[in-house]
């Protein structure tokens, strides 16, 4: 039986499935394929590296650090999140914080990333292998928030969150030849997104960058229909959705570690349903 797992992101509240993750790696439970976006695909990278409790360091240590994001950055480089810290200046081999590249390429997990094409809008998935030795640039360009950051170019094309044209992709998982998908989110999934809450950022994009800001205004749309087409997957009991019930008041730019901390608990007090649904 094949089982995948597809991971949103959600910035910050990514603390969340930190601790799912590690619940995993604790009781030795591993899966066919990963899918993830963002800050998930860079917590499923670390689950196939297994390297249990180093994701959430990135969310209570390095972030307090003026290197790893802020204003300061966002006037000198275009960019609030610094990506190039986090992926190549703490990750890399003999760096303070390495990834694992040798578990990772060993791991017969397979793993896919989801970026948006900033010049298309459109969503590109990329497999496993587009992660290389010493080089995470795949991830830094799926995790890319549009507006907050200048597209990531990767492959002489640029690109932003996966987030923005494919929100959640678990009908490609499906389409993939999963048998089971766990779908996990980083927000109450009983919460629809508004269209609002991108309206600015859609408008600030469209300059530069126009099929990204279509992408980006539809956003809303799109997740609010991929959850409402959960509901047929999970009577079939092929699907099963966990996610926090609160994000503790997080955003990429407002967060405390004890806040962190609940969420990431609150992640691994999920795993046993998460368990329990892959091994059944």
Same mark, same amino acid.
């Not at 963002?38 to 249990?52: C, D, E, K």
């Not at 997080?250 to 405390?256: D, G, N, P, Q, W």
């Given at each position: ?5 597809v991971?949103?992101g959600?910035g910050?509240?990514c603390a969340?499935?930190s ?5 995993l ?5 591993m ?5 993830g976006i ?13 390297q249990r409790g ?8 390095y972030?307090?650090r ?14 609030f ?6 992926y ?5 081999r /003999?760096?303070?914080d %390495? ?5 990772? !390429?060993?791991s017969p997990i @397979?793993a896919e990333y =989801?970026?948006?094409?900033a010049?298309?809008?459109?969503a590109e998935y ?10 995470m ?9 549009p507006?907050?950051n200048?597209?990531t ?6 690109y932003?969150?996966g /987030?923005?044209?494919? %929100?959640i992709p678990y009908k490609?998982a !499906?389409?993939?030849?999963? @048998?089971?998908?766990v =779908?996990?989110l980083?927000?109450?999934r009983?919460?629809p997104?508004?269209r609002?809450?991108d ?7 469209k ?6 800001a279509?992408?980006?205004s ?12 959960m509901?047929e997957?999970?009577k079939?009991?092929?699907l ?6 609160t994000?503790e008041?997080?955003t ?10 609940k ?14 649904f892959?091994?059944?």
């Amino acid at each position: 039986m094949k089982k995948g797992i597809v991971d949103v992101g959600g910035g910050m509240k990514c603390a969340f499935s930190s601790g799912l993750y590690d619940y995993l790696l604790d009781n030795r439970i591993m899966i066919t394929k990963a899918y993830g976006i963002s800050a998930g695909a860079s917590n499923l990278v670390t689950y196939i590296s297994r390297q249990r409790g180093r994701t959430l360091r990135y969310y209570t240590i390095y972030p307090k650090r003026k290197e790893y994001m802020g204003l300061s950055h966002f006037i000198k480089e275009g960019s609030f999140l610094n990506l190039s810290y986090i992926y190549r200046t703490l990750s890399n081999r /003999g760096c303070e914080d %390495p990834f694992d590249f040798d578990t990772f !390429f060993s791991s017969p997990i @397979d793993a896919e990333y =989801v970026a948006t094409n900033a010049l298309t809008g459109k969503a590109e998935y990329f497999p496993k292998s587009a992660l290389k030795d010493n080089d995470m640039r795949i991830l830094e360009a799926s995790a890319t928030l549009p507006v907050l950051n200048k597209p990531t170019v990767f492959e002489g094309t640029p690109y932003f969150d996966g /987030g923005l044209s494919d %929100p959640i992709p678990y009908k490609r998982a !499906f389409e993939d030849g999963m @048998d089971k998908v766990v =779908v996990v989110l980083t927000r109450n999934r009983h919460l629809p997104r508004k269209r609002s809450k991108d309206a600015l950022p859609s408008w600030i994009l469209k300059r530069s960058y126009p099929e990204s800001a279509k992408a980006l205004s539809m956003r809303a749309d799109v997740y609010n229909s991929e959850i409402d087409g959960m509901a047929e997957y999970e009577k079939e009991g092929k699907l099963l959705c966990v996610y926090p019930e609160t994000t503790e008041g997080i955003t990429t730019t407002k967060f405390k570690v004890e806040n962190i901390m609940k969420l990431y608990e609150a992640g691994y007090e999920k795993g046993p349903l998460v368990a329990s649904f892959l091994k059944g």
